[in-house]
T-cell receptor, first 115, second 111 residues
Framework: DAGVIQSPRHEVTEMGQEVTLRCKPI?????LFWYRQTMMRGLELLIY????????DSGMPEDRFSAKMPNASFSTLKIQPSEPRDSAVYFC?????????????FGPGTRLTVL | SQKIEQNSEALNIQEGKTATLTCNYT??????LQWYRQDPGRGPVFLLL?????KEKRKERLKVTFDTTLKQSLFHITASQPADSATYLC??????????FGSGTRLSIRP
């Protein structure tokens, strides 16, 4: 398996533009997570899905952020309109539906710069 | 409020020595605790997991302890090598799905 795939790896955009980040989880994984990482705030959970259904979106900073998972092999995180403070590295991670614990497998991340 | 603290932002260790990283938490009752390694420009990679009823877990040169009374985990790397230089993150969960990460400790091993 190729692991978690994210695209693009780098995105530079101007304030006010729409940004869409994409993620393909590991096949067979039931959970998908979106994180944001900055120097100031560390790794923050934004939202996670179980079997394509959003379970907890309490980490989504505001209405400008939205996430979808139309099927088991694809998810998007959209920011509209983007702002400079959204600049960060966005990670997608997936995990199996284990009863006891969940090791998370992270993608390489998308580095977003909003000018 | 729930809080996870890793002892320091950065730790510098001489090669061959044991590196010890600390993770403290408050207002949590985690079922287990995980440690991840993150290299620059990459996503975190899972290293070890320890459950609340376990005191210690080992994997090669890595050792993790978990003290639920002190609300603390210690992560040890013995016989440290420059290749161990990275940022190490602890993560807690009290459910089977969502985990919360600490801010990380940047470890540097000098030759």
């Amino acid at each position: 398996d190729a692991g978690v795939i994210q695209s693009p790896r780098h995105e530079v955009t101007e304030m006010g533009q729409e940004v869409t980040l994409r993620c393909k989880p590991i096949s067979g994984h039931d959970y998908l997570f979106w994180y944001r990482q900055t120097m100031m705030r560390g790794l923050e959970l934004l939202i996670y899905f179980n079997n394509n259904v959003p379970i907890d979106d309490s980490g989504m900073p505001e209405d400008r952020f939205s996430a979808k998972m139309p099927n088991a092999s694809f998810s998007t995180l959209k920011i509209q309109p983007s702002e400079p403070r959204d600049s960060a590295v966005y990670f997608c991670a997936s995990s199996l539906d284990r009863v006891d614990y969940n090791e998370q497998f992270f993608g390489p991340g998308t580095r977003l710069t909003v000018l | 409020s729930q809080k996870i603290e890793q002892n320091s932002e950065a730790l510098n260790i001489q090669e061959g020595k044991t590196a010890t990283l600390t993770c403290n938490y408050t207002n949590y009752s985690p079922a287990y605790l995980q440690w991840y390694r993150q290299d620059p420009g990459r996503g975190p990679v899972f290293l070890l997991l320890i459950r609340e009823n376990e005191k210690e877990k080992r994997k090669e040169r890595l050792k993790v302890t978990f003290d639920t009374t002190l609300k603390q985990s210690l992560f040890h790397i013995t016989a440290s090598q420059p290749a161990d230089s990275a940022t190490y993150l602890c993560a807690l969960d009290s459910s089977a799905s969502k985990i919360i990460f600490g801010s990380g400790t940047r470890l540097s091993i000098r030759p």
